[in-house]
């Protein structure tokens, strides 16, 4: 089956620095999202991605992340300037769109000190 | 705003027997998704089961079954034969339909962890 692959496994970051997450979604999908799970809690939507822009966000996406799709193959989340309730994990997904379902990745913990 | 709800945050079963989890949730959309993922202690989250709402069958996987109950805005997930490689939380989930498009992000419930005894 194909596979999402997301890099750092593991992110260890110091509060108020950058952090980009990477994704690779699977090839010919369309659509992509970022979710994240907060250590002990339910998996939280953060954003829909298509067509090179953001489709939907939740009211967790404030002006401190950005989504890209930097090239062909990559999604990267950004968080410009992180904070201790940022530490948690991110998935990313992705999706042909339409009533397919969402393929998620292995996730990235990220440890905000 | 859609919700869902399980109001389980732990159950335990028998290795070998039967075990349901529930789900409820709250929309006033008639026609949408609904999944169960598992997440094992590697967090991976991995798809077990998915139903359309407009479908009156309900979905069935190998071991796993789901029980839907539009009405009663219901969808629960039955494990049988239930195996130590089971034990994970289970997490439920509603997605929309928006355009036809696919932008829509899930909204997972908070979870149920489940422990297989042996």
């Known amino acids: 089956e194909p596979e999402v692959t997301q890099t750092p496994s593991h992110q260890v970051t110091q509060m108020g620095q950058e952090v980009i997450l990477r994704c690779v979604p699977i090839?010919?999908?369309?659509?992509f999202y970022w979710y994240r799970q907060i250590l002990g809690q339910k998996v939280e939507f953060l954003v829909s991605?298509?067509?090179?822009?953001?489709?939907?966000k939740s009211e967790i996406f404030d002006d401190q992340f950005s989504v890209e799709r930097p090239d062909g193959s990559n999604f990267t989340l950004k968080i410009r300037s992180t904070k201790l309730e940022d530490s948690a994990m991110y998935f990313c997904?992705?999706?042909?769109?339409?009533?397919?379902?969402?393929?998620f990745g292995p996730g990235t913990r990220l440890t905000v000190l | 705003a859609q919700t869902v709800t399980q109001s389980q945050p732990e159950m335990s079963v028998q290795e070998a027997e039967t075990v349901t989890l529930s789900c409820t949730y709250d929309t006033s959309e008639s026609d949408y998704y609904l999944f169960w993922y598992k997440q094992p202690p590697s967090r991976q989250m991995i798809l077990v089961i998915r139903q359309e709402a407009y479908k009156q069958q309900n979905a069935t996987e190998n071991r796993f079954s789901v029980n839907f109950q539009k009405a009663a805005k219901s969808f629960s997930l039955k494990i049988s034969d239930s195996q130590l490689g089971d034990a994970a939380m289970y997490f439920c989930?509603?997605?929309?339909?928006?355009?036809?498009?696919?932008?829509?992000?899930?909204?997972f419930g908070k979870g149920t962890h489940l422990i297989i005894q042996p």
């Open positions: 991605f298509y067509n090179n822009e953001i489709s939907e």
């Open positions: 989930a509603y997605r929309g339909t928006d355009s036809g498009g696919g932008a829509d992000g899930l909204t």
């Open positions: 090839s010919n999908h369309l659509y």
């Open positions: 997904a992705s999706s042909f769109g339409g009533v397919n379902r969402q393929y």
